[in-house]
């Protein structure tokens, strides 16, 4: 155990003695004779650039987990205990604010509009009112419009085809707290020339055919008129809703030929919640003298309404009754109409109902102004009438209504040539009860607010006609079509179209039954224009049938071609 001791202790010193002879050697090697020459360093070469690495570290173990078998869940609850802290702070009032309401637009008391066109045609219209005020409305509103030219016929005379209108109308209201008073005197005329005779039927003796204003028999019928009542401002379900009405009509033709009209309408409803329960009353009586007895048609329509935001439903009736000398007839027509609203944009309705329509003198001559003098017709009963459609609106910018009708009706009247009259230029009437079907269709569109556009028109079907071959004199379809835009604030430009599809008129020398007359369509295009140079003076232009169509308003009676209207109106 020494001995290896000492043997380990020997190798040691050998060791330490050989290093230190290695260094002596090296150190003295490197010593040069002239210690103050500078030390030769050689030359160096260096065949790679300095790369230290890092080795790779390796955990030895993994973090240490402590596994503790006891888990403690925390709880605790907790309590607020509110007070309310007193405070003095009393805040200032708040000044009220001054709104001052927006200014109204001014308005002119009144205007005048002057024109003169083609065919040697005059046209004057006048308004004037009383400005804004809160106790009383009153006004008076006149208008003129004749022609005077001549037209071709079929045989290229030149015959004279003039007409004169007149209309002069004074109104007024009273408002009181609760209800408005109302009344309205007017008077009109109506002159027209019988120039719509056929020529060739009287190619032997041509010289019958009158072509001058002078050679022309003429209608002129005169109306004077007046209307007063009340009706109620109530807008709450407290008190009920009236209106009363009386109205008076004289009528006189270019003859002895005149009627008297006189009518009373009493309305009353009141609004219980979602219901609103009334009934209409009224009472007409008309007197002339082309027959004895004088025609009375009362009637009485009760009702319920009920609204809300989904439905609009009304149950009603219609009574009625005509009574002329020793004949009376009674008549009882459905009132319903039921609506659903969807959305606020779709509304599907259906509607039952019928109605008396008295055909007096007036009636008839403001229809067609070319009938005999005496022409009364017989009241028509609308004995059912059906629709069923959908209205509503896609947007703002456009709104819609679709609808078909089927129509039962009794006595209606048609307008055929008056065979009796020498010259065969004036219409009497034929009568038979039909069954018809038709379909309607509207739609606006406004899609900004310098354009707007209207399109409506109806198609008809007659399925049954009891008496005659066709319905004279009415057309198969109508279509009307207007525009107008605002191209900037001095000028605004507009377009119109009728279309009217092929009628039939009586031929009373035809040997076979389906051999009658036909008039064509009419296709009448217009246009407009109106250029302000001021606030209160403007100018406009109307070119009416620019196409020139020569197509016939009623039989023989031809409408005037191409004609244009020039003017000016004035504000004031």
């Known amino acids: ?113 002057f024109g003169i066109g083609n065919y040697l045609t005059p046209y004057i219209e006048a308004n004037y009112h ?45 408002f009181l707290n609760t209800s408005t008073l ?14 719509g005779v056929n020529p060739n039927l009287f190619s032997g003796n041509i010289d019958l055919v009158p072509l001058n204003r002078s050679d022309m028999e003429k209608q002129r019928y005169s109306i004077i008129g007046l209307n007063a009542g009340i009706n109620s401002n109530n807008l709450g379900n407290k008190d009920p809703n009236y209106r009363f009405c009386t109205e008076y009509h004289y009528l006189k033709a270019i003859d002895t030929t005149h009627q008297h009209h006189f009518a009373i309408d009493l309305a009353v409803n009141k609004n219980l919640k979602n219901l609103n329960i009334g009934a209409d009353m009224g009472l007409k009586l008309y007197k002339t003298n082309i027959i004895d007895s004088s025609l009375l048609v009362p009637s009485i329509q009760p009702f319920v309404t009920y609204t809300n935001k989904q439905w609009q439903i009304r149950l009603g009736l219609t009574g009625t009754a005509a009574f002329s000398g020793d004949s009376s007839r009674y008549h009882l027509y ?95 009437t034929v009568y038979s009860n039909v069954e ?29 006609i009891k008496s005659e071959d066709k319905p004279w004199h009415m057309p198969n379809f109508d279509i009307r079509i207007f525009a107008s835009y605002r191209i900037n604030k001095e000028l605004t430009v507009g377009a119109g179209a009728y279309v009217t599809g092929t009628r039939y008129t009586k031929n009373f020398y035809a040997v076979d039954a389906n051999d009658h007359n036909k008039l064509g369509p009419i296709i009448d295009v217009n246009l407009k224009a ?32 191409f004609n244009v209207l020039l003017g000016i109106k004035y504000a004031f």
């Open 130 to 174: 009383n400005l804004r005020s809160k106790d009383y409305s009153l006004g008076v509103s006149a208008k003129h419009h004749s022609s005077h030219g001549k037209i071709k016929n079929s045989i290229s005379q030149r015959v004279y085809a003039g007409y004169n209108d007149n209309d002069i109308s004074l109104y007024g209201k009273k």
């Open 1 to 113: 155990m020494v001995t290896q001791k000492h043997n380990t202790m020997k190798r040691r010193f050998m060791i330490s003695a050989g290093l230190i002879l290695a260094i002596t050697t090296v150190v003295q090697a490197q010593e040069r004779p002239d210690d103050n020459q500078p030390i030769d360093m050689g030359d160096m070469t260096i065949y790679n650039e300095y790369t230290p690495t890092i080795r790779d570290a390796n955990r030895i173990q993994t973090i240490p987990v402590i596994v503790d078998t006891i888990s403690v869940q925390p709880k605790f609850k907790y309590s607020i205990y509110s007070r309310q802290y007193a405070t003095r702070y009393q805040p200032l009032p708040i000044q009220s604010a001054d709104l001052k309401p927006e200014p109204l637009t001014p308005l002119d008391n009144g205007w005048i509009k």
């Open 436 to 464: 018809r079907f038709s379909g309607y269709g509207e739609i606006m569109v406004a899609p900004n607010d310098n354009l707007n556009i209207y399109l409506d028109g109806h198609y008809y079907w007659y399925s049954y």
């Open 334 to 428: 459905p009132d319903v109409l039921i609506q659903h609203n969807i959305s606020n944009t779709l509304i599907p309705y259906f509607g039952f109902s019928g109605n008396l329509q008295v055909n007096d003198m007036e009636h008839m001559a403001f229809e067609n102004p070319y009938t005999t003098y005496r022409l009364l017709a017989d009241p028509t009963s609308m004995a059912q009438i059906i629709d069923l459609g959908i209205k509503g609106n896609i947007n703002r910018k456009i709104r819609f209504n679709l609808k078909g009708n089927y129509s039962k009706i009794d006595n209606m009247y048609f307008y055929v040539i008056d065979t009796t009259e020498l010259l065969r230029n004036k219409f009497e």
């Open 182 to 195: 109302f009344g309205n005197v007017w008077f009109s005329s109506r002159e027209d020339y019988f120039y």
């Open 530 to 561: 109106e250029y302000s140079f001021a606030s209160n003076f403007s100018s406009f232009i109307y070119l009416n049938n620019i196409a020139a169509q020569k197509y016939y308003l009623w039989e023989n009676y031809r409408a005037h071609g």
